[in-house]
């Protein structure tokens, strides 16, 4: 065997001629099994038909199941670059009976196929079996395999269970003898890890069911799981000991050394190992829609991904590298795995970006790794607040701290780091506790602490499991919700969108093997919780359930058509009404769709008409919705419109749609619609339907209102009406529906003039334009302090010229004098540093006395009060700075 492409096919071809239905892999987001966070077996999408709760029409079946492990339980992710054997990502081959065949069969399916088709010699081979498993001994004696080569095995080491309860059974591996020039020996000897007898093949007979009580049962249906690592049977196929010696690992490892211009040889050989092994990992984990985030898996995708360009730096690379191999990845894995290849560009984008964006903080953080270690006797660990502040400051992770001191010989102290995370999180519990949320939300932030951020799923899927991690009835946390009952539900993973950025929140239903419920509505809570609103329907719902989640698909498609025709809505109105145009609020809902846009007069019929006609031509243009994931700045340098309302991290989602010749539009192209979006939206524009409007009218000051129809809805909405009576009763309906609807606008409109005639004032006297004594901030007690008389502006415009002052200080003491004429009123801001040694409320009750007043009061960081008049500001001023200085 030549390469590794050849070795997979020869193996799915083998149990394909055998009765086997070859069965594509499946995603690395398991939509079967909440509990993992990567598919890390074969077996992970067939779990439902081992259980009996699916069926599909065959019974045997054949894979090459892509796999990671980098977090969780299976973590490799440390060992890898430095072992032989060790990847985040690899490919796992596979043989499945469900009910079909048993030990008789699978036995003999093994040993032809890796003595005759492989080609291994069989007096290298070794097999273990379970100790009491007689009948598996018996078949191994009758292929051909000598009893001193039959070993068997007391321990869990030859026993698969599922979990504490359900499927398990004895399993039988087969070993492969590297030659005695290799230190170790056969399994269950003292010398078993070492690496001359290697395992290649592991076959487990899921026989049995265990129950809690510990007795066990035969299963009615009887079933085979086996597993093959590819770049283990490989290395071997191919003459080596190592899988990084396999043909497509060394293609990338050469990758690697032509792009960073540095021999792959020597200790430099794993740098290049590491980065060619986490360029599969972030790049499948890539193209089957995990994207880069400080959360759940996409935290752990940057953690590989950060890892492999940290490798690419200590190669000396100046320039970002990962994003330029992965032509050399898709060369080589595209064939089999074709997602490869259709997320190519995403791939190199985001790697890209993210490579871009991590060189400008990696030399700053390891500078101040070296600071610290300097300073640190030798062979003392690093301390666990300077590991913390590298994460928390520059983005490392413990892991690649923790790689970058093994070149060095040292460690870190992991509980000083646990200390500082849980400090951390006391210190933004507490703030958040004082943001002002409503009292009840408290509960929402309980739920992240404990199990951290939903993990969304449905741009990819409206089908997966999730487990159950908490359930909230009337306010309060339980264990259990009552069938019939309502109540909040919180799983791991879930495909249902929550409501945010004018899109509603997903309803459809749960089951698990006693019940089912409905969730009637989603909604994103503190923390990035997924809040799911249930009624269970036949039992009740427990915390830890398993759940199979189930969006209204019907529902969806209709809300993914609205929200994708709103942004060609707005595109359209730019066109239609000028570059002004902006948007102001939206509602993607199932039946309609909402959209709110700068503009001050209505609509003409002509531009309705200009508008609903574009839009329809880019519905039939049918062309492909992309989504890119970019920097805020670089999404608009590409002319991306930002969405109203919503706010934006380092990373954004980009949806572009529509292709037009000659726009103009700069970076985009001819991409005809740019936003930024995390909603969810239709494949191609054709997915729409049609688009039809209802009318434009006023929404306040300023904005227009036009609500519109997609799809089924809107093809019944013309169905039913004549279309010169339609345009008839739009004319009709736009004018007389502006009256009241313009005399609202007028009102808004002076409502809106008045804002901003106090936002001037308060601008205005941040300038330094307002009368009365005024004082550059002057140092007392060792503290800043800045003092000034506004006019023009009223007590409650105090408050914020109190926080920019703070802001503009970063420490110290402000007081604000609004001189009102017949009133004055006072405000005091003390920056939260400050706050032990001052408090607001007495300086604030000092200069109120200066004024002639009585009182004030407030809390230690900002306090107000009020006296009959201005003219003593200058006692006041001087009241304030001898509490200061007391």
């Not at 339980?73 to 499945?96: P, S």
């Not at 291994?120 to 000598?146: F, M, N, Q, S």
């Not at 086996?226 to 690992?249: C, K, P, V």
């Not at 829609?289 to 890892?307: A, D, F, H, K």
């Amino acid at each position: 065997m030549t390469s590794l492409n050849e070795i997979r096919s020869t193996f799915l071809d083998y149990f394909a001629r055998n009765g086997h239905e070859v069965v594509a892999s499946s995603p690395l987001v398991p939509r079967n099994d909440p509990t993992l966070m990567f598919a890390n077996s074969g077996m992970v999408q067939f779990k439902n038909l081992f259980t009996g709760l699916e069926t599909r029409d065959y019974r045997r079946a054949t894979t090459s199941q892509k796999c990671v492990r980098a977090g969780g339980k299976h973590n490799d992710l440390d060992n890898v670059g430095y072992t032989a054997r060790h990847h985040t990502f690899f490919e796992m081959l596979g043989n499945f009976s469900f009910g079909d065949y048993f030990k008789e069969e699978a036995i003999p399916f093994a040993w032809e196929l890796i003595t005759d088709a492989f080609g291994i010699p069989k007096d290298r081979l070794y097999v273990t079996v379970y100790h009491t498993d007689d009948e598996a001994a018996e078949i191994w004696k009758k292929v051909g395999v000598p009893e001193d080569r039959i070993i068997r095995i007391a321990t869990s080491d030859n026993f698969w269970q599922m979990g504490p309860t359900g499927p398990c059974g004895p399993c039988t591996e087969i070993f492969y003898d590297h030659g005695d020039h290799i230190w170790g020996g056969p399994p269950g000897s003292p010398e078993e890890d070492g690496d001359r007898f290697i395992e290649i093949w592991n076959i487990v007979f899921m026989q049995n069911e265990q129950f809690e009580d510990g007795s066990m049962k035969a299963l009615d249906m009887q079933s085979i799981d086996t597993g093959m690592g590819l770049e283990r049977i490989g290395a071997l196929l191919q003459g080596s000991h190592d899988n990084y010696d396999t043909d497509t690992m060394k293609a990338l490892i050469e990758a690697s050394a032509h792009a960073t211009g540095v021999d792959p040889f020597g200790d430099k050989n794993v740098h290049h190992r590491v980065i060619a092994d986490h360029l599969r990992s972030t790049s499948f984990l890539m193209a089957d829609g995990v994207m880069p985030s400080n959360e759940g898996r996409g935290y752990v995708l940057r953690r590989i991904m950060r890892r492999a360009m940290r490798h690419a730096h200590l190669l000396g690379a100046k320039d970002p590298v990962m994003h330029r191999l992965v032509p050399a990845l898709v060369q080589q894995m595209g064939q089999a795995y074709p997602e490869l290849g259709q997320a190519q560009a995403l791939i190199e984008e985001t790697l890209n970006l993210e490579e871009t964006r991590f060189k400008a903080t990696l030399d700053r953080g390891l500078k101040l790794l070296d600071e610290e270690l300097s300073d640190l006797p030798e062979e003392a660990p690093l301390p666990g607040a300077t590991a913390f502040k590298l994460y928390d400051t520059y983005g490392f992770p413990l892991d690649l701290t923790q790689d970058a001191l093994r070149e060095k010989g040292r460690s870190v102290d992991t509980d000083g780091f646990d200390a500082a995370m849980a400090e951390q999180k006391a210190k933004a519990r507490a703030a958040w506790s004082g943001s002002g949320e409503a009292a009840d939300s408290a509960i929402w932030f309980d739920v992240s602490e404990a199990h951290g951020a939903t993990d969304f799923l449905g741009y990819d899927t409206e089908l997966a499991e999730g487990q159950v991690v908490a359930i909230v009835q009337d306010g309060a946390l339980t264990d259990e919700l009552a069938s019939g009952a309502e109540g909040w539900m919180v799983v791991n993973q879930t495909p249902f969108y929550a409501e945010s950025g004018g899109q509603v929140g997903d309803r459809g239903s749960y089951l698990k093997p006693d019940g089912n419920g409905a969730v009637l509505d989603t909604q994103k809570m503190a923390g990035g919780v997924f809040a799911h609103k249930i009624k269970p329907e036949k039992a009740s719902l427990k915390v830890g359930d398993a759940l199979e989640l189930r969006v209204d698909h019907t529902r969806r498609s209709a809300i993914r058509a609205n929200h994708s025709a709103t942004h060609l809505l707005h595109e359209a109105l730019r066109h239609a009404l000028g570059d002004h145009v902006a948007q102001r609020g939206s509602l993607n809902a199932e039946d309609r769709l909402r959209f709110d846009f700068s503009h001050t007069k209505a609509l003409s019929l002509e531009e309705i008409k200009q508008v609903e006609q574009e839009v329809n031509a880019y519905i039939r243009q049918n062309a492909a919705v992309e989504t890119r994931i970019m920097t805020p700045d670089d999404a608009r340098a590409i002319g991306a419109q930002a969405l109203f309302g919503e706010k934006y991290g380092d990373e954004v989602r980009v949806v572009s749609m529509g292709t037009q010749s000659g726009s103009g539009k700069g970076q985009g192209g001819d991409t005809y619609s740019i936003e930024l979006c995390g909603g969810t939206h239709v494949r191609q524009t054709g997915d729409i339907g049609v688009f039809v409007t209802l009318g434009d009218s006023a929404s306040s000051a300023g904005v227009r209102r036009i609500e519109a129809l997609t799809g089924e809805a809107a093809f019944a909405y013309l169905s039913g009406q004549d279309h010169r009576l339609a345009e008839t009763a739009l004319a009709l309906k736009a004018q007389a529906a502006d009256v009241p609807d313009r005399v609202k606008a007028l009102l808004d409109e002076r409502k809106s003039l008045q804002n901003e005639v106090a936002q001037l004032r308060r601008e205005l006297a941040m300038a330094g334009g307002g009368s009365g004594p005024a004082s550059e901030a002057e140092s007392v007690a060792g503290m800043s302090f800045t003092a000034q008389v506004v006019s023009g502006v009223t007590g409650k415009d105090l408050p914020p010229l109190i926080d920019a002052a703070k802001e503009k200080m970063g420490s110290g003491v402000a007081l604000f004098i609004a001189d009102a004429g017949n009133k004055a009123a006072v405000a005091v801001g003390v920056t939260s540093d400050l706050t032990d040694k001052v408090n607001a409320v007495d300086v604030v009750q000092a200069a109120v006395e200066a004024l002639g007043g009585k009182g004030g009061g407030g809390r230690p960081d900002m306090a107000q009060g009020g006296a009959a008049s201005a003219e003593n500001a200058e006692a006041a001023i001087a009241a304030a700075r001898a509490v200061l200085e007391n």
